[in-house]
DNA sequence: CGGGCAGTTGACCCCGCTCAAGCGCGGTGG
DNA sequence: CCACCGCGCTTGAGCGGGGTCAACTGCCCG
């Protein structure tokens, strides 16, 4: 029995993935003789920060966050990944420890390819290594955004910015829903402040008539009042 | 008259800046005929957020500031770049305009190369492409971290962590000073917060022994405080 | 029906920002 | 050489954003 019968989902990676397009056919062989893919249920850990980890991935489905474990255990979510894309290649690269925990919070399966192959991709095809070198400098200039808003700006501002990009990001259900759920402390992850704070303003929002909440469920009424809050300056 | 006559210290780049040792004998030639250097001095700008920069540069002298301009102007200080360091790869390589304001902090003498012919080293050269692969992951890494600095760790913490940062980076002079010169408010910028909480909090350090303070020259006496100052977790 | 966890709300208070005034050093011009 | 000016630095007062703690609610699940 062939891999790709018992998880047929994997084709995606190698036919529509924008990474891996830049690969040759052989190399595609390669690859999908080497990888492996697995399914992880919402609260499963990909990796722990400080560990090596052998390899990147690579998403066919559902949700992953990276985050960082600071004081009290708190988590600080730096970024997400999503269907099509590519993680686990900064620490590979860099030739260090992940710098970030990975759990699923949208149940999700994952590509595995081992970085002894990824690292030979790169160094043969000009066109593969340019892209990626193209993402992590992409990934840098978000970062490095991400510390100017979360030095300058204030909690109320931050939330709107952080509902606006997980609205581009995931986009929305046929009722407007957010496609991404979140509690309200990974919320608080996000946005660098307390659980209650989040809570506080959502509800104000709410009020102000700019969300509609339910439970889990965060609705994006009037994203032009939230561009307005975020870009106060 | 050669080139390296009139600026000599240009030559620094291909003999002993670890970027360029990746190059071969034939495209350092290349390079040292389409490098351009020049002078700068303390407050001249590099580029400016925003702008479209043509290529990258490598310091051969002095210190340079990379910040994002925020709220009524604040500069935010995202890092800093020495003797030996190259910087302006990022926009580039992401085909983004420059994300940072780029200033002269210690006058500095700059090497400029075309991104025409960095992108061909880039092209053609593995193990070049391979180091700058590095070093964007390695930076991204970094920026990861100060995110969670600056969303987890208090005023004082922060400003601690800098000082050591700061010391590791520059090192000290004979007499023990710090050999990087900023203003109260460029550390503010770094730090991310207000020049009058650096400066309370600066001559709270001064009173507790932990360092000296004499205009902008500041000297770390007792450093295994200052580290445990942020390592409170 | 009860236990547990996410979510919510209120009270409190402290960190750190802002505003304002004063200080000191270095540069410039008379 | 001194007086003046201006910028960077310092200090104090005041206050508000947002963090913490505690209590309560509501939903889910066994």
Request: glycine residues 6%; proline residues 1%; hydrophobic residues 35%.
């Amino acid at each position: 029995m062939k891999k790709s019968d018992s998880l047929p989902v994997c084709d995606f990676c190698f036919k529509y993935n924008e990474t891996f397009r830049h690969l040759t056919k052989d190399e595609i062989d390669i690859l999908s003789y080497v990888k492996s893919c697995n399914n992880y249920k919402r609260g499963d850990t990909v990796y722990h920060e400080g560990n090596r980890t052998g390899g990147i991935y690579c998403v066919s489905e559902g949700i992953i966050k990276h985050y960082k474990t600071g004081i009290d255990g708190k988590e600080q979510i730096i970024r997400f990944s999503k269907k099509g894309d590519v993680f686990g290649f900064r620490s590979i690269l860099s030739e260090e420890p992940a710098c970030t925990t990975t759990k699923v919070i949208k149940k999700a399966s994952l590509c595995y390819i081992p970085s002894t192959q990824f690292l030979k991709f790169i160094r043969t095809n000009t066109n593969f290594s340019m892209f990626i070198l193209k993402l992590s400098c992409r990934e840098l200039g978000d970062a490095n955004q991400y510390i100017m808003d979360i030095a300058q700006k204030n909690v109320r501002e931050r939330l709107a910015e952080i509902l606006l990009l997980l609205n581009d990001n995931f986009g929305t259900d046929k009722n407007g829903v957010l496609n991404i759920s979140l509690t309200r402390e990974e919320l608080a992850g996000i946005v660098g402040t307390a659980t209650e704070s989040v809570i506080r303003l959502l509800s104000e929002f709410k009020k102000d008539g700019i969300v509609k909440l339910n439970r889990r469920k965060i609705k994006l009424i009037d994203t032009k009042r939230l561009k307005k809050i975020t870009d106060v300056y």
